[in-house]
């Protein structure tokens, strides 16, 4: 009762060959190889930008996307109150 047997896998391999049939199955592992493919160079690629962005900005170049401090703005904010009504029921 334990592990199967090679017959009982051989009848399982023999059964999605027939349903399946090897036409579909070629395409499928064709289709999951690219998609591994795909994978492994996008990680690649996502590697190398991480690399890219810890380097040192080069020397005349300003980093773009500064968040500015609460010293930096010149106008007030004036505080307001905004009340919203609601129809009675």
């Known amino acids: 009762m334990g592990s199967f047997s090679i017959w009982h896998w051989l009848i399982v391999l023999l059964v999605v060959l ?3 049939g090897s ?3 070629s395409t499928l ?3 999951l190889a690219t998609g ?3 994978f492994k160079k996008n990680m690649k690629e ?3 930008a991480s690399l890219a962005e810890g380097a040192p900005p080069a ?3 300003h980093p773009t996307g500064t968040i500015q401090g609460p010293a930096a703005t010149t106008t ?3 505080t307001t ?3 919203t009504s609601r129809p009675a029921a």
Request: aromatic share 4%; charged share 25%.
């Open 18 to 20: 027939l349903l399946f």
């Open 23 to 25: 036409g579909k199955i």
């Open 29 to 31: 592992m064709g289709d």
């Open 36 to 38: 591994i493919k795909s």
């Open 46 to 48: 996502e590697d190398d």
């Open 59 to 61: 020397p005349g170049t």
């Open 76 to 78: 007030p904010h004036a």
């Open 81 to 83: 109150t905004t009340t």
